[in-house]
């Protein structure tokens, strides 16, 4: 990886995937 990804891809991409484990376990704990 030679290339620094933008913050805000970064920022994007920690804020979907938190919100992706939040609806997992949202959905097991149903």
Excluded: C, F, Y
Aim: no cysteine; aromatic share 0%; charged share 20%.
């Amino acid at each position: 990886m030679g290339k620094q990804m933008p913050p805000n891809v970064t920022r994007k991409l920690i804020t979907e995937g938190v919100a992706a484990g939040l609806s997992l376990k949202r959905m097991v704990n149903l």
